[in-house]
């Protein structure tokens, strides 16, 4: 499987997010939100999580179609993924855990990403129209 990560700006997310995984045939690709004038650490972060997180689905038959269904029909939720009814709770507990790991691994406090993610989290709501700056 080829995998491809890439950083995008907020306005090519496909949703409300700022971490995607998709599979199309033998590729694996991973998308990170990343704001103009933003540090690339948190974005890299995600991609991490994303990555992790999509090998343990994959590997534990838990399909793209599975993560999508369940997501769309949470777009409310602050993280759909800690929800422990999401079908891939556990690929996306242990992804955090791995993402917390390289933080602590690069000196980056784990608040100071969060910051980063919810501001990012933020910048993908205005670019998508889900909410106004």
């Given at each position: 499987?080829?995998?491809?990560?890439?950083?995008?700006?907020?306005a090519?997310?496909?949703?409300?997010?700022?971490?995607?995984?998709?599979?199309?045939?033998?590729?694996?690709?991973?998308?990170?939100?990343l704001?103009?004038?933003?540090?690339?650490?948190?974005?890299?972060?995600?991609?991490?999580?994303?990555?992790?997180e999509?090998?343990?689905?994959?590997?534990s038959?838990?399909?793209?179609?599975?993560?999508?269904?369940?997501?769309?029909?949470?777009?409310?939720?602050?993280?759909?993924?800690?929800?422990?009814?999401?079908p891939?709770?556990?690929?996306?507990m242990?992804?955090?855990?791995?993402?917390?790991?390289?933080?602590?691994?690069?000196?980056?406090?784990?608040?100071v990403?969060?910051?980063?993610?919810?501001?990012?989290?933020?910048?993908?709501?205005?670019?998508?129209?889900?909410?106004?700056?």
């Amino acid at each position: 499987m080829r995998i491809d990560i890439r950083f995008v700006p907020p306005a090519e997310m496909r949703y409300s997010t700022v971490g995607d995984w998709q599979v199309d045939g033998t590729t694996l690709r991973i998308t990170s939100a990343l704001p103009d004038g933003s540090s690339p650490r948190s974005a890299a972060l995600v991609a991490i999580h994303e990555l992790v997180e999509a090998y343990l689905c994959v590997h534990s038959g838990i399909t793209q179609d599975h993560v999508d269904a369940y997501d769309f029909a949470h777009l409310d939720d602050d993280e759909p993924g800690e929800n422990p009814d999401a079908p891939y709770h556990a690929a996306h507990m242990a992804a955090e855990q791995i993402e917390r790991l390289a933080c602590a691994l690069i000196g980056l406090p784990w608040a100071v990403h969060e910051a980063t993610v919810e501001k990012t989290a933020e910048a993908v709501d205005v670019a998508l129209g889900r909410s106004t700056p």
